[in-house]
């Protein structure tokens, strides 16, 4: 009658450890991580600063509905905070599980653009911000974003003046990007093809940064020769179901890569990418 109850101390014991475990990895430890999420065949990244900030940048697809499962592997079981959600661009791909986001944990403000865009989902999100009070920070390149422990979000495009306007192909209203700690740099480019990021080359903006965030999932569309060589990046990370209906990565980009010497890691071939510096 004894071993029952002495086996559930046990189980219980062990299951603390774990979760002891599980949350002293999460603490603050100095350094900056980012984490590119599997999500699948969409968008989904979290930043941790040496002091324990968490941005999330993009929410993912609706296939699969992995972001909130990857986002609780990597923050604190207790905490139910995040410091800023930055939409790149309101697509079903970047968008899907912002809503539900918003409902679980308590967000302190939202980086975006403001475009309009016919999507309910766009739209429930943008209530669910009006009805919580979270404060709406839109991109401004002229305005980059000291998060007071070393990070600081370069905002690099576009310029605000896109608030409020319909965009024909929204993948070119998205928001790139640069996480600077000291001189490394993590440029994200949301779905920015070679329009943009010709508008961006042509602005003069310094785009050259360590880790690239590829843009538009590793398509043919985007990853200019140009953009590359301003970029200059050390790693190329791709967001992508690999071998999905879209055939992203595209065969031409991961050549263009090679030909540039830039190794490429894809999260459809090995799941989420953590980086630490």
Not at 19 to 31: A, F, N, Q, T, V
Not at 239 to 247: E, V
Request: charged residues 20%.
């Amino acid at each position: 009658m004894l071993r029952h109850p002495l086996i559930l101390c046990i189980v219980a014991l062990v299951g603390g450890i774990f979760l002891c475990s599980h949350e002293l990895l999460r603490m603050p430890d100095g350094k900056l991580h980012v984490y590119f999420l599997d999500v699948g065949q969409g968008d989904g990244a979290l930043i941790v600063t040496p002091s324990g900030k968490q941005i999330v940048i993009d929410g993912g697809p609706a296939a699969g509905g992995t972001m909130l499962p990857e986002l609780a592997r990597h923050l604190p079981f207790f905490d139910r905070t995040i410091d800023m959600l930055v939409l790149s661009h309101p697509q079903l791909d970047h968008i899907f599980a912002f809503p539900d986001i918003l409902r679980r944990y308590r967000v302190s403000r939202v980086l975006m653009t403001g475009v309009q865009y016919d999507l309910p989902l766009y739209n429930e999100f943008l209530q669910l911000i009006k009805e919580q009070r979270i404060p709406i920070w839109i991109a401004d390149p002229t305005k980059d974003i000291d998060l007071g422990d070393g990070v600081t979000l370069d905002i690099v495009w576009p310029p605000p003046t896109l608030f409020g306007k319909a965009m024909k192909d929204v993948n070119n209203s998205s928001i790139i990007m640069r996480v600077m700690m000291e001189t490394e740099g993590i440029l994200f480019t949301g779905d920015a093809e070679e329009k943009e990021e010709h508008s961006v080359l042509t602005s003069g903006a310094d785009l050259h940064a360590g880790i690239l965030k590829v843009g538009h999932h590793g398509s043919k569309t985007s990853s200019g020769t140009g953009f590359l060589l301003s970029v200059h990046p050390s790693l190329a990370v791709i967001s992508s179901d690999s071998g999905g209906k879209y055939g992203h990565p595209h065969k031409v980009i991961l050549d263009r890569m090679q030909a540039l010497g830039i190794p490429v890691r894809v999260t459809g071939w090995e799941g989420t990418i953590g980086l630490e510096y």
